[in-house]
């Protein structure tokens, strides 16, 4: 059985420090496919993606900054939407699906959701109007070692560390966690949800199991919301565990149908965001 997402989904870690110099033109021309390749989300949204080199000299008098995060880079991909909470599920879903394609060609790569310069940014991709930029990623090769910096920034957020099953994923309410024997076929889309990156790794994802379907939902973090006026990390989250759990079913036979309609009786917290239908 194919397993070449899920041994990316294990493989793939947040990098910030970089080689400095030029990517060979064939990597370029691989990453610039990637982005037209998966640039409409499952939910229907086109993203226009690119890859953005702060050497061209349309962009040498831009700061792409990113607050001292991320080091030696000198690609990023970027890409906007139109501020909707469906339009967030699928940009997080689809940047992932990017940024594990690029794990497979050996690049490095790093969520980056309110630590990069919007207005620098916008400029670079010359932002339409009422659209806004979610998430950018740096690309590149990373340096072998981590920096001191990408250490830190590590263990300040446990970034190694991940809920346990029985803190996500649940059988009708919150008081029952999921029985693992119960959702045996789907185990492996679970794990890989479970491994899933989030914004300051808040892993703001639970999963009711009921009727044979699974009820995403998001926990969100007070205040968290606030924090980021321009998007909404914390759906571009939920977005990321779709993609996950569409790969991983891919893998295994498992198409999933994605619909949004809560169940009669959902609880009001955490917040009932999409399904995943799988008969």
Known sequence: MNQYFT????????????????????????????????????????????????????????????????????YFIAGFVAPASTAFLDYGYCLERIILELTGLGLGTCWLGGTFDRGEFSKAMRLPENQTIPAVTPVGYPTSLRGLGDRIIRLSAGSANRLSWKNLFFEHDTGHPLDPAHSAAHHDQLEAVRLAPSASNKQPWRIFLDQGQYHFSLCRTPGYRNKFLATDLQMVDIGIAMCHWDLAGSEKGLPTRWSVSKPAGFPDEPEYIITANTD
């Open 7 to 74: 041994a990316l989904i294990n493989q793939r870690t947040s990098r910030r420090t970089f080689r400095p110099g030029k990517l060979p033109g064939h990597l370029t021309e691989a990453v610039s496919q990637l982005l037209a390749a998966h640039g409409t989300g499952p939910l229907g949204t086109l993203i226009p993606f690119r890859l953005i080199d702060r050497q061209d000299l349309d962009n040498q008098q831009l700061k792409l900054g990113t607050y001292g995060f991320i080091q030696g880079a000198r």
